[in-house]
């Protein structure tokens, strides 16, 4: 495993990067930390090759580009006003307008109201969404309502590494394996995401 990070994780505090790091290296990974993987053929399919790492080349069999994702931002950007961040995501306002339209909306990993592109975000911003789109329905106006407040730096973070082990970062704390489990690594969120999604088994 290659980054640039001089640590996994860097944006949180550091005891989720440290303890994820631990697990890696005890599961037989290695990792390369502080240096930046130059040279990709691809930055999105897995391919063969080679790697520019600190100034030298070298051979892998199979290389897997885990790059961060991008948002699928073109219906938007044809709006007026609208102003790109960082992965294709449209920055947004308080209250999650992409643009200078009043009553258009951006959610989700498109939408980039400060939170990062996760469920978590996304599972936060579902229940203010919901309310004012409701009220906007009846009538009143945006800007007479609360705006969107992010997670920001506080934003949990839940990293599995398979179904028995793995970190997370609980807003005022790091969790080990036992908790990573039940909160995430046992099915990924797929059974309560595909309830909200309305799927069957």
């Keep these: 495993m290659i980054s640039s990070d001089a640590a996994l994780f ?83 306002d308080p209250w999650m307008r992409p643009s200078s339209l009043p009553n258009v909306l951006a959610a989700g990993d498109v939408g980039d109201a400060g939170d990062a592109m996760t469920i978590v975000a996304a599972s936060r911003q579902l229940p203010w969404l919901e309310r004012t789109l409701k009220a906007l329905v009846q009538g009143k106006a945006l800007e007479q309502m609360k705006p969107y407040k992010p997670w920001g730096a506080k934003a949990p973070i839940l990293v599995p590494l398979g179904p028995e082990r793995g970190n997370s970062f609980l807003v005022a704390f790091t969790a080990g394996d036992w908790v990573t489990r039940k909160m995430k690594g046992e099915d990924l969120f797929l059974t309560k995401y595909g309830k909200l999604m309305g799927r069957k088994g």
């Design 10 to 92: 860097p944006a949180v505090p550091g005891k989720l990067g440290r303890s994820l790091a631990d697990k890696l290296r005890a599961m037989g990974v290695t990792l390369i930390l502080g240096t930046r993987a130059e040279t990709l053929a691809s930055l999105t399919e897995p391919h063969a090759g080679s790697l520019t790492l600190g100034g030298v080349e070298h051979s892998f069999d199979l290389i897997f580009p885990a790059i961060g994702s991008r948002a699928n931002s073109q219906l938007l950007e044809s709006l007026p006003g609208v102003q790109k961040s960082t992965a294709q995501r449209i920055r947004t």
